[in-house]
């Protein structure tokens, strides 16, 4: 059974750091492309990192403007975005999901896979 765990998130004051990380099993995850996505409350869902299945190429959403670092482990099946420079507006539910193919996420259609989320909470 195809699953992805969250972790690592939290309260932090405006300008501070977080670091989630995401375990994947169950599935041939080699194969799968990785992201996070993120919403906030009365909001869209947002694409916000993304990961192909190297761990080599990377992309971000418009609203990182480079605060924001996404890592692939392969050994150990993990991965990780490492959140910089935090703002109140960056509040939301982080969720760790994967998805076949290639090249840069178009839709959350595409997803295969999700994770129940993580609370990142920024106080001002």
């Known amino acids: 059974q195809a699953q992805l765990v969250e972790s690592g998130g939290g309260l932090v004051q405006a300008g501070g750091s977080l670091r989630l990380s995401c375990a994947a099993s169950?599935?041939?995850?080699?194969?799968?492309?990785r992201v996070w996505i993120r919403q906030a409350p009365g909001k869209e869902r947002e694409f916000g990192a993304g990961?192909?299945?190297?761990?080599?190429?990377?992309y971000y959403g418009d609203f990182v403007k480079g605060r924001f670092t996404i890592s692939r482990d392969h050994a150990k099946s993990f991965v990780a975005l490492q959140m910089n420079s935090l703002k109140p507006e960056d509040r939301a539910v982080y969720s760790c999901?994967?998805?076949?193919?290639?090249?840069?996420?178009?839709?959350?259609?595409?997803?295969?896979?999700w994770g129940q989320g993580t609370q990142v909470t920024v106080s001002s």
């Open positions: 169950g599935f041939a995850m080699d194969n799968y492309r």
């Open positions: 990961v192909d299945w190297s761990g080599t190429s990377t």
């Open positions: 999901a994967a998805l076949s193919g290639y090249g840069h996420i178009r839709s959350l259609s595409e997803i295969n896979y």
